[in-house]
């Protein structure tokens, strides 16, 4: 969600904090602002709207030049997209400087706490009250750092907070729960962040800051310094705490645009390399699978009697498609459930269930909090993730990373099908260790995942003809898209690229539904999208779709076809057809939806939409 950017060193604290901004864009934000610590005191700006919008003013304006500094985007919560709204939040006194990811619960009795304390608060949000909480802490003789652990100690909710002093003009303080926060180090200087993308640009070394844990970062070489730069990570409760370095896998270069028209452009094309890097290195010289990561004991996974996967938006139709997969290759009955649902409706969980976790971020809050459920009642939980060091994978029992590299557009491409990769590795595996999939039968299908890199690369060498088709409905106002089988998530992750990025009214269906109400809707000249089964390996379903097909053509609807190569039966009754190569049924998604994805994007292109940062979108949804 909101982008968070922390600097301590000898650069421009204001050029490398919105640097850092500019490469949190993606994620989502209303508003911005920065403050720098300089000349004895704090300088500050912010503003609404877009992040040129703040770099405007402070050419109108210049902060003076700091060596440490901060800065936010923010996508409202607590109040609306105004520039009194937008963070960094100072105290009465102008000493103190918060930016915030989040939401306080209990904000509302601190306020009016601080309110009967002669504070002044002068914004709708609840972070305003965090940075008065702080100078107190500090007027009272606490430093930054231990006012951080006293005052987090008092919120409710999840939080990410960075805080500066101008009594330390060589200090930067985080703190985090529930929500994202990540330390770079580099020679002489350090960074906190939201996410590493902010500081690739000077340093791929970076610090996981782990629950309830606070990091101060200064320039002087302290405790736990590295080439002049001090870094201490306590507990709330000031104990000091283990952290884990690692080593970002990625350069800069992997988080720009390439020469592409967007990054969501650049993301689809990245995709055969996404897919043949989330293989690498899982598959032995025998053919059999080598998931190191998972960390389950085999006898534990040969007694799981139920799986359950977890998940929201794109994520959660990988899941549908997961389920497909699990239920034929295991035998394990697998339930699919959206993660915000998830607790709440009381699930039947035990030690005997695996819940499998799914997550581009690995900080959906909605799916952290189903996965912390999953571990209270005694289940094993396997995080599918794309980030390495994120909250999910690190609370789960096992994780597989999904390798898709940064993906910086809010919609999500190249990390769902890294994700059913790694669902389809998944259930293979339990297939492997539980013997309901013989050797040579787990080599065959491996064997076909080796080859869907080279299959997505041919889907997208031919799309000119789906763009061409995308500008001609640029002003439909509304899509149907149908499926069976496997097909019908692949129709739910098509209509909801669609609403995503082109702002139209779409709606994924099951085609055996059709009769059951959806086709009411069709109407001469209405656009409907139809996924279509291989006749090889689903002949009874493909056979079955053709008839839908018919059907609402007979009524007027304007037939897009995705369909096998070779498969000419659909021919009578397509308006357009898009082929894609054979593939064995259960891994058809991965070819399937390319399509779509291209369809959606050159559609929203067409409306003159935004792809990369869709309106009211968020890339990772930190909050509940």
Partial sequence: MCGIVGYVGSQSALEVVLAGLRRLEYRGYDSAGVAVLADGGIAAAKKSGKLVNLEKALVDQPLPAGAAGIGHTRWATHGGPTDANAHPHLDNAGRVAVVHNGIIENFAELRAELAARGHVLGSETDTEVVAHLLAEECSGGADLAAAM???????????????????????????????????????????????????????????????????????????????????????????????????????????EKGGHASFMHKEIAEQPRAVADTLLGRIGADGELLLDELRIPAAELREVDKVVVVACGTAFHAGLIA???????????????????????????????????????????????????????????????????STIPRESDAVLYTHAGPEVAVASTKAFLTQLVACYLVALYLGQVRGTKWGDEIQGVVRDLAGIAGAVERVLADMEPVRALARSLAGAGTVLFLGRHVGYPVALEGALKLKELAYMHAEGFAAGELKHGPIALVEEGLP?????????????????????????????????????????????????????????????????????????????????????????????????
């Fill in 323 to 389: 389920k497909y997969a699990i239920e034929h290759w295991t035998r394990i009955p697998c339930e699919v459930e959206p993660a915000s649902e998830f607790r709440h409706r009381d699930p039947i969980l035990d030690a005997r269930t695996l819940v499998v976790a799914v997550s581009q971020s690995g900080e959906t809050m909605d799916t952290l909090m189903a996965l912390r459920h999953a571990r209270e009642q005694g289940s094993r939980v396997l995080a599918i993730c794309n980030t390495n060091g």
């Fill in 149 to 255: 652990r006293l005052v987090c100690r008092r919120l409710n909710g999840a939080f990410t907070l960075v805080a500066v002093h101008a009594d330390a003009p060589d200090v930067v303080v985080g703190a985090r729960r529930d929500s994202p926060l990540v330390v770079g180090v580099g020679e002489g200087e350090a960074f906190l962040a939201s996410d590493v993308a902010a500081f690739i640009a000077h340093t791929r070394s970076a610090i996981e800051l782990g629950q309830d844990q606070v990091v101060e970062v200064r320039r002087d070489g302290g405790a736990g310094g590295a080439g002049g730069v001090g870094v201490v990570v306590t507990d709330f409760d000031g104990r000091p705490a283990d952290v884990r370095h690692f080593r970002v896998d990625w350069d800069a270069a992997a988080a």
């Fill in 528 to 624: 409907v999208v139809v996924v279509v089964p291989s006749p090889r390996g689903r002949s009874v379903l493909h056979d079955k779709i053709v008839s839908n097909i018919q059907e609402i053509r007979a009524r007027g609807a304007r037939t897009i076809v995705i369909a096998e190569e070779g498969d000419e039966t659909v021919l009578p009754c397509a308006d357009h057809v898009v082929w894609v190569p054979v593939t064995p049924t259960l891994l058809q998604p991965l070819v399937t939806t390319v399509p779509l994805q291209v369809f959606a994007c050159e559609l929203a292109v067409a409306r003159g939409n935004e792809v990369d940062q869709p309106r009211n979108l968020a890339k990772s949804v930190t909050v509940e």
